[in-house]
């Protein structure tokens, strides 16, 4: 009965950054490679980055790369997403999800959602 809950949305002038922070129910979080991913209504999710299970590897879209920093704490059951540099274009509803195979993740495959937490970025 995993739960993931998002939040540290919100609306920021272009440049500047957000925190977004997701929390995890349970003793099996450090089992599952974490990420987070965006969309807008009408279009697909997309993959924004993935941490694998012990942090030591991460991955990023390109889209955001240079720009995004995403970290977990296990100890927490928290993951975190640093965006810096924010775009209009970055404007989307933010989503963290969970899967025990990392590889499935930049696929937009996971096990877990969060309900979501929205970021919109004025020009």
């Known amino acids: 009965q995993v739960q993931l809950v998002e939040s540290g949305g919100g609306l920021v002038q272009a440049g500047g950054s957000l925190r977004l922070t997701c929390a995890a129910s349970g003793r099996t979080f450090s089992s599952y490679g974490m990420g987070w991913f965006r969309q807008t209504p009408g279009k697909e999710r997309e993959f924004v980055a993935a941490i694998t299970r012990s942090g030591g590897n991460t991955q990023y879209a390109d889209s955001v790369k240079g720009r995004f920093t995403i970290s977990r704490d296990n100890a927490k059951n928290t993951v975190y997403l640093q965006m810096n540099s924010l775009k209009p274009e970055d404007t989307a509803g933010y989503y963290c999800?969970?899967?025990?195979?990392?590889?499935?993740?930049?696929?937009?495959?996971?096990?877990?959602w969060g309900q979501g937490t929205q970021v919109t970025v004025s020009s």
């Open positions: 999800a969970g899967d025990p195979i990392f590889v499935r993740l930049p696929q937009s495959k996971a096990a877990y």
